[in-house]
Structure formats: C-alpha cells, structure tokens
C-alpha cells in the first residue's frame, strides 16, 4: 500500500494493518483524494485523540481484530454500527477497511449488467418498476436475443468489468429462457473469458444445476430485507421461497450472490438481520442497493437515507461478510453522491455502467474515482475488446 510505513503490517495469518496507522493515514489519504469540502464532516475529531488509545473509534478496531480472527458479529454489534455517531464515521471506514485489505487488498472488482428480458412480471415487489403493480415508464421486452446478449459481453469487456451479470425480469424462468442461456454462456466464455452471474428469479434444483452445466459461475438472488419485514414490500412469494432457491444454487455447486435493498422503511434491527443472514449463507458476492424510489411504484415517494448512514452500512456488511465481494450496486450515486470515494473503503466492488432501469454514472468517473483512492480494477479473465 502506498505510503504506508512497514510496520503498518503485522501478521496474524493474513496481511492486516495495524490500528495506529490507520487513522493518521486514512485521514491524510482521504484529504487527498476527496477534497476540504467532502473531509469537513472527519474532522470533529482532533488529531490527539484519534490517537489516543481511549478515542471512541478504537472499539471499531477492536472488532475488526476480532472479525479476522473468526468472530461472527452479532445483532447487537450490528445495531452498535448503524447507530455510531458521525464523530465515529471515520473510524469506522477504517476498521471496515482493514477487513477489506485483508481479503481484497486495494483491488476493485467491476460488474456490468444487462437487463436482458425487462418488465411484465407478475410479482408486487413495491420496490419494482418492473413489477405488476408499477406504472413506471420503462422498456418491456422478453427475453432478447443471443446477439444482443453477446453485444452486452462485449460492452463488459470494453468496461475493464471482470464479471458480466445477466438479468431477467419474471418470478422464475422458463425452460426456453433457461435454454437460450445455456446456448449463449459458453460463447461468451470463449469470446471473452467473463465471469458469468445470472439472476432469473426463483430456482429449483434441476434449473440451477443446468445453469452450472453450461458455464453459470454464479447466482444473484437478493434475500432484499429481513424475514420479518418482507411482507411488507411483496406478497406474491415469501422469504423462504429465495432462501430456499440460494440453498438449491449451492446445492447445485455455484457461488451465490446475494443482498439487499436499504431504504425501503425498515428498521435498523432488519438491516443487521439481512447483514448476518447473508453472512450466515457465506455469499460470495453481496450487492448492497439505496433505494432509488422510482416514479410510478408504490415507494416513489420514500425518501429516508443520507450519505453518512449509508457508509454505515457498508461498514456494517463488511464486517458481517469479511471475505464477500462487497458491492456498492444501484443508489450509490445518489445516495452516496460526493462520499462514493469512502464506500469503496468497506466495498471492493461496484457496477460500471448502468442498472436495471436506472443510470449510473459513466465508467470513465468511476475509473478515476479507482484511480484517485489510488486502487486498481481487477481484469484478470477479460480476453481483451474486439
């Protein structure tokens, strides 16, 4: 790490960083990278006692000593986090981020989404432009062609992304949906040497097993929220029904992605369910979404996060997930808006380009924010950008 002075590292199995650099060196880092304007917020804590042994934030530390070696947070942990004081934000993202360091070191994993088959789904997610009760303006299509899906690869490899993620609207596929992946995923494979994500809705067995005969590297089935606040956002199927889809994903031997969506009215306490739930399924890959209240669903109009309170939560399912790929998904822009840069201390991955049926920002701003925070993508697999 650049800068950094050797006995920053100490061994404990794994390269971690030691807390007493930590906080003079990101606090120096981040001036750097974000600017006086961004920083005002850090700056409440003087110097002295950021390194005091006794400041606040040490306890941060102390629990991501813990969580490299082996601790599960608990409830009460997790509540601990939401809850910090802004004083304590800094902190925090460092403790979050030696966790990161440890298992991902400063490299940034880029994902690029195609929203192959959008809308007319018959599911009342409230959340949803795509679902049977939005009346949101979006595109509707079936499932597109193996063309447009080979275009899309394309596009991922042009982007530097390292795993490209198919996307279709619907409760669950169809055995001609599930067909046309199976034709198309080993062309991509051969093309472009992407790693290959789906997300076709509810899974059984026999559907995730042919998925990971023809190449599928990975799952997307976000559990969304907590089991007791889940009724509240669809009714059409149950929290089972997706945990019992990610165990036939594993069963069937692939990795999972899997996480959620903050914003939608929940309370605390579900948001730490949902952390320790996906760290309980041990998902290899957690997408954490802001809600984008779209105009025409039922939650258009929910408007509850700010920037500070989302870095807490990344905070918190970084240090629920230290060896997942945490990605910063749809929301970041807004919601995290001039603070991204301090998301991608606890994150170690994020999409590059657009969402389902939102914007992103341009791949060109999120390589030089990587670039800025002085990270790097991670390319390995990508076959170059014919």
Partial sequence: MENLPNHALRSSGRATLSKKVYKPFMRKHLSSTLGSDTMGLMTSVPDHEILSTEAPGDRWHELAGRVLQGHRLDGDEGLAIL???NEQLLDLLAAAYRVRY?????????????NAKSGRCG????????????????PKYDLVGPEQILDGARMAARRKARTYCIVASGRAPSKREIDAIAEVVPKIKAAYGLKICCSPGLCTLEQAERLRACGVDRINHNLNTSRR?????????????????LRAVRRAGMEICCGGIVGMGEEHEDVVELALQVG??????????????IAGTPLEGL??????????VLALFRLANPRGELRIAAGREMHLGSLQPLGLYPANSIF???YLTTRGQSPEEDYRMIEALGFEPVVEGGRGND
């Fill in 280 to 293: 309980e399924l041990e998902a290899e890959a957690v997408p954490v979404n802001f809600l984008q209240p």
């Fill in 303 to 312: 408007r509850t996060l700010n920037p500070r309170y989302c870095l807490k």
């Fill in 83 to 85: 809850s910090a004081g």
């Fill in 102 to 114: 440890a298992a991902f070191g400063n490299r940034v994993h880029l994902n690029f989404l195609i």
């Fill in 123 to 138: 599911e009342d997610c409230g959340y949803c432009s795509q679902s049977k009760v939005s009346r949101a303006e979006i």
């Fill in 352 to 354: 590059v380009g657009d």
């Fill in 229 to 245: 606040f889940y009724p509240k956002i669809c009714t059409t199927h149950s929290y089972q029904q997706r945990l019992d889809t």
